[in-house]
């Protein structure tokens, strides 16, 4: 006998089949299994002679061995099982899974089949192995269950089609048949184990694939209590383990070997393998044992429910384990579509807790992994499983709703989820607004069981409830903001989900049919796999708006027809509003019925068009009837009825002819099948219709004939036993919300059938109705393109999410928090805002954000902290928490995180018992000790008799609104020991946050960027005043973090820190200007701390930033009241530019703004403070100046020029002008060379009043420019000293630095510093000077007089240096100096005649004839315009009266006191005349001057005179001559003078003496001529010039002397007797005119012979007169005698 180990042969199959076969030998009863013994031993002879053939035949079951000796082999192990005998069998069941285990056992079992002729060897074994297992024996089981799983792992064997239910049905039997609790578990774990590995093939169609071991917490039903026990739990799962060992060895099997692996099953058009075919197959018939329901006869079988449970719990299992395959395969999901759904349809109207877990899971699992095929059955499951069981608030079952909400919580962690449930059902206008329904059901159960309302709950299955709403809501949030993370990139983000590859599947669009156009006219974009945002908005507005009208609908029908066409949701054809009122859906059936009965015209087309739509062929009239009313419920007015009813049978005669004779009859057997119905199913009704009643009532109404009576009595036994139900009979009018909802979601029918009792699971055919209805209804909507599946990548969709849900949850979380101090449930309401901040601040949603933000920050409960909790510290924790991680996107909303900040501060300060703000700042005057004491401290504050003395803990104690800038403001001053000890505890619970975190949030702005960090600023600006501005507690925490947070992000990008300081600026200066004194002085001290920081940055050319920066200090110097701040701000500013002029550039110019405001100071010490600084910038500094851009230089001059104008120090003033000097000086020796370029200089006038820039930045023109046009305006500064010394270092500037100015500077200069000079004093000169003015003027008039002369004289010697540059300007200096001689003061005009002498004196000899003839033009018209005074003297005097002298004394001796009634008029008159007077004599000594000064030009330039010239200086004396003896003509105004000169006793005009010394030195010049050019003289005919003014001066004396010329004499023909002597005036007069006469009798005399001779008969008569005249002076006489004794003799002789 051979041993053991030689039992079977060499053969791999016959080393396992051998010890088997010898083992069932012996346990084998010879009588019994003879024939089984006989078999094992010719099994075992022929093993032992058999070795493995290379290579194994392909038909053979056993690897190896040939297909007959594989038979011969297997046959003994197949008796041994079928003997049913454990002893024997149990060998057999080892060896045949050793032989599966290792792969020996091979070929395709499509059925286990113990017929020998029709199957294999393997289906044979395999059939036997089957049987074993319902045998009852525990070990047998446990055997059966490891060849099962052998069977199946073994890839060598394809266990095809019906084996497969065939393993899975033995198994169920095990699990429900065996008497052991450990193989109950065994075999379900077998069950799932075989499923795993089944669908893993499928997954990756291949037989060799490696899978887990399943887990029994992955299978145990919690309801099953006698499976929960841990023994057997472990032990099933120790049997699992050991069954699977090694489940993840690779095994190489040959090709040959893995039989139907890949092959394409036959038959199957759409390309299947068999593998894949054999996962469809188990699938189904899962699907199938799960519909399993109980019989009428045993409803309540345990057994069965314990299979149905296995059997949801096998199909859960698959769903999650579901692959990329089973989400894009056809035919899997239809399977899923047709059978999973079918049984989630049937399991749901069951009232098992396991079942509807169960449910709930397996939902879960396709909501998971399927939902982007499955869009139209999740969007019916939902409202059924989930939202059903969540809006129930008052009566719902405890474990349900636990579930749903668990279920709930676990879906929203997965944000991708979330998002697709909103976009494709909430943007759907055909879906149900799932993601809303959630929002809002969790909201209900947030707030719980409102009081007074019935309930089935208890107070702690309530707050559960409330708990785990809250926490749903904030994982929704959660999600949402997760998503939104991963889309954007913020930060890392890995899915929270257990599954990641959903979100490549969430791409495909995988359901509908593309092209489709939906309904009501919106369109799908179905050839994108994503949609874009704007589409899902606009989807959205549709959708909303489309309800918005079926509301309206359901109202006022008519208002809502009107609306949906007007906003064209619907066409405006009866069809196609017939068409809306068939298909929409949430449309109220009763509404429908009354509209539709309408006898207007339109909806009486809409109406006929309804019925029309219909088609009711090959229906009996019971059916057409009952599927007419299915739409709408018929009204209650007869008339309606009536019009609906005559249309449905006319439209049934229609479709069926032959049906009745004519549309009459159908019309009154509609009527009556109404009546019957409402008779037989209305339970007010006692006296119901019998059948012949029925037919009795409808005898003759086809036509006059009876219709069969075996037809009426059909119809009235189907009336009778199934109601013809309207539409709206089922609405539950307790409840319209859910009913509405309801229709909403087209689920009206679908509870109708189920109604969600245990009872109608019996009602088979009420679930048949169901199924049909259903797939009925997703056939019809299978066609649309709204079955298509979208996935948004675009966070835009937030949006709209947030807009759905933010009030929501607000609300939710806000009245949670507020109610409840459960820990859980507050850190959830937290969590939830916290997360909600953050979705709607990156969003940019401003009113939500804030709304959420202040909500968490009123919950603080820092604004009365005597109230405040643990929850209210979280609070505070997630206030922070919000500022350090969303701060980028806060915007506005940072201002309630930093007053939330400040409070807590001001608490953490009274804890720790520091001194308050307060002590910093200036308070009222109060009793010394209280003055004296410091604010209590925390020791204190525990001693309660003291806090009850401390206001600002009374103040906290007290509180106040959230919105209240200060707390305890209007409170009562009560507070109580008891308020003080929790205040005490609540600032102990503060100890939780400390300093760290709080100064983190400031540290940290740095991070912030740039649109955050400025809104960060606004807010804290905005605390900050808020804390300054409070009038018992002002406080400077934000102020102090302002400073802060200037330093932190000093650093950042100029454009950023522009907008940064551009709002601090702002801050600075409105709390520099603060009335508080310590305030602004604190606020300015840290400016120039922030100032001394900033300016340590270089600054590159042409910014302006430092100018930006240091803009505080000027607008605060310039506005501020307070002295001490001013005198701070020069300090500050002081300090800044000597400590850091290296780094100084545009910064100049504030310290130069902040100097001249302080020039302008009423305190001495603040301008001699600012001017000490400046001298020492000029002096030690100047450099740094000029090298910044020139404005620099500008603004410092504009500085020292302020200086110039101090009230406390002329010396001061003095000084300023001498170091504008030294800016000149400065200038020259650093080389600022004004060069001509290719522009020209701009006008120094603009850049000194505008300020504007230059074109060309490299001429240094543009440093020299403002210190010119500076001292120039100083000049007409009305302090005499100041502007002489302005105008002397001008011209000392340009007389000493002029070399380094080019001709075009140098033009410029004139015109734009020196000319303004003058035409700031010509208004003075312009002789308009009226009669009223007083001597008030005479000093200010002295002071520019005086000037003038300087400003005259520098113009001149400037003018005569720089000639040959400034050459082009003679004739505008010319004009000047015409100014002075017009100028109505005789100073000035000796001044410019002075200076135009001096100019002609030194430039006579260089000047050109046209330059000549320039200079005498306007000499000319200078001349000519100064006469036009005498006209304005006459029309002063004309109208006044001079009394004499003498009147005046007999006057003042007749009137009395009282009749003086003309004195101030006298007093006028006199005044006037006084001034007439003034002006008189000065205007006549400026003629005399003008005369001057045509001699001058004649004498010393002769031979420079041409004709033109010498005709301008003959013009001028002959015009002056002629207004002379005008002036001396008006006797009757030098009558006035004479009695006014008298009355103010001052000497008269001399008028005589101005009309002789014109005509004389006329004469002389002309006599000068006549002498010095005779060539000349002729061509200008001087000799009869000289002539004619001879005799106009002798004719002019003899009317003086009382003789008229001979020739004027009248011939009245008497004899002249004698003469009347003159009086006294005449001969005084002709004492004065002797002189002249004198000088023209000699000037005749010493004409030249032939001339006297020739002009004799001119003069001769009237020197005959003159010895006839009488005379004042013998000097005449002599005269006479010598001319007609030396020239008229000789020519008398000579004739």
């Not at 708990?467 to 939104?484: F, N, R």
């Not at 259903?774 to 019809?780: D, R, S, W």
């Not at 925390?938 to 600002?952: D, H, T």
Request: hydrophobic share 40%; with cysteine; aromatic share 8%.
């Amino acid at each position: 006998m051979a041993t053991f180990h030689s039992l079977g042969g060499n053969s791999r199959a016959g080393r396992i089949i051998g010890p088997a076969l010898d083992k069932i030998i012996k346990n084998a009863a010879w009588r019994k299994h003879s024939s089984l013994v006989s078999a094992c031993k010719s099994a075992l002879d022929l093993l032992d002679s058999l070795q493995d053939s290379s290579p194994s035949p392909a038909d053979s079951s056993l690897s190896g061995l040939s297909a007959s000796d594989a038979e011969a082999a297997l046959h003994p192990l197949a008796l041994a099982l079928d003997a049913a005998s454990p002893k024997v069998a149990e060998p057999a069941l080892q060896c045949i899974q050793k032989l599966f285990s290792h792969r020996l056992l091979r070929g395709d079992i499509d059925a286990a089949d113990n017929d020998a002729a029709a199957s294999s060897p393997s289906s044979r074994l395999f059939a036997a192995v089957l049987t074993c297992g319902g045998m009852g024996d525990d070990a047998m089981e446990l055997a059966v269950l490891r060849v099962l799983i052998a069977a199946v792992r073994s890839p060598g064997v394809a266990l095809r089609g019906e084996c497969l239910g065939q393993i899975v049905k033995s198994c169920y039997n095990i699990y429900l048949g065996s008497q052991s609790g450990a193989n109950q578990l065994c075999s379900k774990l077998v069950l799932a184990q075989i499923l795993v590995i089944i669908f893993a093939r499928v997954e990756a169609d291949a037989m060799d694939v490696r899978v887990r071991t399943v887990s029994i917490a992955d299978m145990m039903d919690l309801s099953d209590r006698s499976l929960n026990d841990s023994t057997l739990v472990q032990s099933a799962q120790n049997f699992i383990n050991e069954v699977m060992e090694g489940s993840d060895l690779e095994v190489v099997v040959p090709n040959s070997q893995q039989q139907g692996e890949g092959e394409v099953g036959d038959g199957e058009a759409d390309g299947l393998s068999k593998i894949r075919e054999d996962g469809l197959l188990l699938f189904k018939n899962l699907c199938k044992l799960s519909m399993k329901f109980s019989t009428p006869e045993n409803p309540e079988d345990p057994l069965l429910l314990r299979g149905k449970v296995l059997s949801l719990e096998l199909l859960k299992m698959v769903v999650d384990n579901a692959g990329s395959f089973w989400r894009t395969n056809e035919r899997y999901l239809g399977a899923i579509k047709q059978y999973l759904c079918l049984s989630l349809l049937k399991n749901s109207a069951l009232s098992a807790m396991s079942i509807f877990q169960l449910l709930c899971s397996i939902f879960m699992g396709l909501l998971s992994r399927f939902r982007s095929g499955l869009k139209e059955e999740i969007g019916i499951f939902f409202p059924m499983l989930v939202l059903r069981v969540l809006e129930n608030v008052l009566q719902p079952s405890f474990l349900q709703k636990m579930t749903v909400l668990n279920m709930l919580e676990k879906m929203c962690q997965d944000s991708q989820v979330v998002i697709d449930i909103f976009v494709n059902y909430d943007c759907d206008v055909d879906a149900p607004n799932i993601f809303e329904r959630i929002v809002n059901g969790l909201l209900k159960t947030a707030l719980g069981v409102t009081p007074g309302s019935v309930t089935t709950l208890s107070g702690a299955q309530d707050h559960t409830f409330r708990i785990e709403s809250v926490k749903c809501l904030a994982t929704i949030v959660k999600s949402m903001g997760a998503w939104m993370d991963q889309q954007l990139r913020i930060e890392d983000f890995s899915p929270k989900g257990p599954e990641n590859d959903h979100l490549v599947d969430n791409l495909n669009v995988l359901n509908g049919e593309e092209g489709n156009v939906i309904d009501y006219e919106l369109h799908s974009d179905s050839s994108s796999e994503l949609s874009d945002a704007a589409t899902l908005e606009q989807r959205r507005a549709y959708k909303l708006e489309f309800q918005k009208g079926i509301t309206l609908f359901n109202r006022k029908p008519s208002k809502g027809i009107e609306f949906l066409i007007n906003s064209k949701k619907i066409a405006p054809s009866p069809e196609e509003v017939a068409s809306f009122l068939r298909n929409a859906t949430g449309l109220n059936p009763a509404i429908i019925g009354d509209y539709l009965g309408e006898r207007e015209e339109f909806p009486l087309k809409v109406m006929h068009a309804y019925v029309d739509s219909l088609n009711f062929e090959g229906m009996d009239f019971y059916e057409a009837i009952r599927f007419f009313l299915r739409g709408f419920r018929l009204p209650g007015e007869a008339q309606k009825i009536d019009r609906i009813m005559e249309k449905f049978a006319e439209r049934y005669c229609k479709c069926n002819p032959s049906s009745f004779t004519r549309a009459d009859t159908a019309y009154v057997l509609a009527y009556s099948v109404i009546l019957l119905n409402t008779d037989a199913h209305n339970s007010m009704v006692k006296d119901k219709m019998s059948k012949g009643d029925f037919i009795r009532n409808n005898r003759g109404i086809d036509d006059g004939k009876d219709l069969p009576e075996d037809y009426l009595s059909t119809l009235y036994d189907q009336i009778v036993k199934n109601e013809i139900k309207m539409s709206a009979d089922t609405i539950n009018p307790q409840s319209k919300q859910p009913s509405s909802s309801n229709r909403l979601l087209g689920l009206e029918n679908i509870f109708n059938l189920v109604n969600w009792k245990q009872a109608e699971e019996k009602a088979l055919g009420a679930n048949d109705l169901l199924i049909r209805h259903i797939q009925e209804q997703f056939k019809a909507k299978s066609g649309k393109s709204e079955s298509v599946y979208y996935a948004v990548t675009d966070t835009a969709i937030l949006r709209f999410m947030m807009e759905v849900c933010w009030a929501p949850m607000m609300a939710a979380f806000s009245v949670t928090l507020d109610q409840s101090d459960d820990k859980a449930a507050t850190s959830q309401c937290l969590q939830g805002f916290r997360y909600a901040v953050h979705v709607t601040s990156v969003m940019c949603m401003q009113t939500q954000r804030d709304a959420f933000v202040t909500s968490v920050a009123k919950f603080t409960y820092l604004h009365c902290a005597a109230d405040m909790k643990q929850k209210n510290v979280d609070a505070v924790k997630a206030i922070i928490s919000i500022a350090i991680e969303d701060g980028n996107y806060l915007q506005e909303a940072w201002e309630h995180v930093l007053t939330c900040l400040s409070r807590f501060e001001h608490l953490h300060l009274l804890g720790e018992g520091a001194p308050l703000d307060a002590s910093f700042f200036t308070v009222p005057l109060i009793e010394s000790d209280e003055k004296s004491q410091k604010l209590p401290a925390i020791p204190s504050l525990k001693r309660k008799g003291n806090a009850l003395q401390n206001p600002a803990v009374m103040a906290v104690v007290r509180g106040g609104s959230y919105d209240s800038a200060s707390v305890g403001k209007n409170a009562p001053a009560l507070v109580t020991t008891e308020q003080i000890s929790n205040l005490i505890s609540n600032l102990n619970l503060l100890d939780q946050i400390g300093n760290f975190e709080l100064n983190h949030i400031f540290a940290h702005s740095q991070r912030l960027n740039g649109d955050a960090i400025v809104a960060f600023v606004k807010a804290l600006c905005k605390v900050s005043m808020t804390e300054l501005q409070s009038p018992t507690d002002p406080r400077i925490f934000s102020l102090t973090k302002i400073v802060e947070i200037a330093h932190y992000n000093m650093n950042r990008i100029r454009l950023v820190w522009s907008r940064i300081w551009n709002v601090l600026s702002e801050f600075f200066v409105s709390v520099g200007l603060s009335e508080n004194l310590s305030v602004a002085i604190f606020v300015m001290d840290s400016l120039r701390q922030l100032a001394m920081k900033f300016l340590e940055r270089e600054e590159l050319a042409n910014y302006n930033f430092q100018n930006e920066f240091l803009r505080p200090f000027v607008i605060v110097m310039q506005k501020s009241n307070s002295s001490e701040i001013r005198e701070l701000i020069v300090r500050c500013v002081s300090q800044m530019v000597l400590s850091r002029v290296n780094n100084v550039k545009s910064g100049w110019k504030s310290v130069f703004k902040v100097f001249i405001a302080a020039a302008d100071d009423d305190r001495k010490n603040i301008v001699f403070l600012a001017f000490e600084t400046m001298e020492k910038i000029v002096r030690d500094y100047f450099p740094y100046i000029t090298e910044t851009e020139s404005t620099t230089f500008t603004d410092c001059v504009k500085c020292l020029i302020a200086f110039t104008n101090s009230k406390f120090s002329s010396d001061a003033s003095l000084n300023a002008i001498a170091f504008l000097r030294f800016c000149a000086v400065k200038l020259a020796e650093e080389g600022f060379v004004c060069h001509d370029k290719n522009t020209e200089c701009q006008s120094i006038n603009g850049v000194a009043s505008d300020g504007n820039p230059f074109t060309d930045k490299d001429d240094h023109a543009y440093f020299w420019v403002p210190l010119l046009a500076g001292l120039s305006k100083l000049t007409s500064d009305p302090r005499p000293t100041i502007s002489k010394g302005a105008l002397e270092v001008l011209f000392d500037i340009l007389e000493d630095h002029g070399h380094l100015f080019s001709r075009t500077f140098w033009i410029n200069i004139f015109q734009s510093v020196i000319y303004p000079i003058f035409s700031r004093e010509g208004h003075m000169f312009d002789g308009q000077h009226s009669a009223v003015k007083d001597s008030d003027h005479v000093g200010e008039d002295s002071w520019n007089l005086e000037t003038t002369v300087v400003a005259a004289k520098c113009l001149v010697d400037l003018y005569v240096t720089f000639f040959d540059v400034v050459r082009s300007q003679l004739v505008s200096v010319v004009s000047i100096l015409m100014t002075f001689v017009r100028s109505p003061y005789q100073q000035s005009a000796s001044t410019g005649m002075a200076a135009l002498q001096h100019l002609t004196e030194n430039l006579g000899n260089t000047l050109s004839e046209t330059e000549w003839e320039e200079i005498l033009l306007c000499f000319k018209e200078a001349a000519s315009l100064t006469l036009g005074v005498f006209p304005r003297i006459l029309r002063i005097m004309q109208n006044i009266e001079i009394p004499d002298k003498t009147e005046v004394y007999s006057d003042a001796e007749q009137y009395s006191d009282h009749e003086f009634v003309n004195d101030d008029e006298e007093e006028a008159n006199m005044e006037t005349a006084s001034y007439a007077i003034i002006r008189m004599k000065s205007h006549i000594a400026l003629q005399l001057l003008i005369i001057q000064a045509v001699i001058k030009f004649y004498e010393r330039h002769p031979k420079s005179f041409s004709v033109i010239h010498i005709s301008c200086l003959l013009d001028i004396l002959s015009s002056i001559s002629s207004h002379a003896s005008e002036v001396s003509a008006e006797t009757v105004l030098q009558t006035k003078f004479h009695k006014a000169c008298s009355l103010l006793e001052i000497s008269e005009p001399a008028v005589l003496h101005f009309e002789n010394e014109s005509y004389q030195n006329y004469l002389k010049l002309l006599q000068a001529l006549l002498h010095d050019n005779p060539s000349l003289t002729k061509d200008m005919n001087i000799e009869s010039q000289v002539v004619a003014v001879s005799e106009k001066i002798l004719r002019t004396y003899l009317n003086c002397a009382g003789y008229q010329p001979s020739d004027q004499t009248p011939n009245s023909g008497q004899t002249l007797h004698w003469i009347l002597p003159l009086g006294a005036a005449k001969k005084e007069e002709l004492v004065a005119r002797t002189s002249l006469v004198v000088f023209v009798l000699r000037l005749l005399s010493s004409l030249e012979k032939d001339s006297f001779k020739r002009n004799l008969p001119c003069f001769f008569p009237l020197l005959v007169n003159l010895v006839r005249c009488e005379h004042g002076s013998g000097e005449v006489q002599r005269m006479l005698y010598e001319i007609f004794q030396s020239s008229i003799g000789p020519v008398i002789l000579i004739k």
